[in-house]
C-alpha cells in the first residue's frame, strides 16, 4: 500500500514539474502551456484545458520546451512570412470579396452543385466585388501569403453563402410540403 501512495504521488508530482512552452505578448504578458497548432496568422495555445488562439501579430516570443517537436518547426516556417499580409488577406476577403447574394442564389438554384463549385474554386481579389477599388492592400496583391489567406477566407465565406441558400431551398420545398 504504501509503495502504491509513493509511486501516486511521485506520478502526480512529475506531472506537475513538468514544464511547457512558454509565450511572450507584446505587451509584456507571459503565458506558460502547450503550443498545438501554428497557422500562418495565429497560434493555437493551450493553458489548463483551455484553448486560446492568439494573433501572431500580438506574440514577442515564443520558446518552446522541446525543439525537436513538429509545431515548432511548423512555427519556424510559419514565421518566415510575413504574419501581417495574411492578417490583411483575411481581412479584405472578409471586407471587400462581395458576392454573398450571388452565392445565396446559386445555393438555391444549384444545391450541393453550388456548394462544391465554391469550394473549388479560386477567388482573387482581382475576382472580388470591390477588393480592387476598397482595399489599402495592393501592393500586396501579388504576395503568396496575402492571396493564400484571401483565397482560403473567401472561399469559405462562398461556401457557407450557398450552403445556406441550398439549406433555405431544402426548407422551402419541407413548408411546401405541410
Known amino acids: 500500500m504504501k509503495k502504491t501512495l509513493f509511486f501516486l504521488i511521485l506520478l502526480i508530482a ?6 511547457g512552452d512558454l509565450i511572450t505578448l507584446t505587451n509584456g504578458m507571459q503565458f506558460e502551456g502547450k503550443v498545438k497548432r501554428v497557422e500562418k496568422c495565429s497560434v493555437a495555445f493551450k493553458v489548463r484545458g483551455r484553448m486560446y488562439e492568439i494573433p501572431a501579430t500580438d506574440i514577442l516570443t515564443v520558446v518552446f520546451e522541446n525543439p525537436s517537436d513538429r509545431v515548432y518547426l511548423d512555427y519556424l516556417t510559419t514565421m518566415a512570412g510575413d504574419p501581417d499580409a495574411c492578417l490583411k488577406g483575411k481581412q479584405d476577403a472578409e471586407n471587400y470579396h462581395g458576392k454573398a447574394g450571388l452565392h445565396m442564389v446559386l445555393g438555391v438554384l444549384f444545391g450541393p452543385f453550388a456548394v462544391i463549385g465554391a469550394a ?3 477567388p482573387t481579389p482581382a475576382t472580388g466585388s470591390q477588393t480592387m477599388l476598397m482595399s489599402k492592400n495592393k501592393e500586396l496583391f501579388g504576395d503568396p501569403e496575402y492571396l493564400s489567406c484571401y483565397q482560403k477566407k473567401a472561399r469559405g465565406i462562398n461556401v457557407g453563402n450557398a450552403a445556406i441558400g441550398w439549406a433555405a431551398w431544402v426548407a422551402l420545398v419541407i413548408l411546401s410540403s405541410l
Request: aromatic share 0%; net charge neutral.
Open 14 to 19: 512529475a506531472g506537475s514539474v513538468q514544464a
Open 120 to 122: 473549388v474554386s479560386s
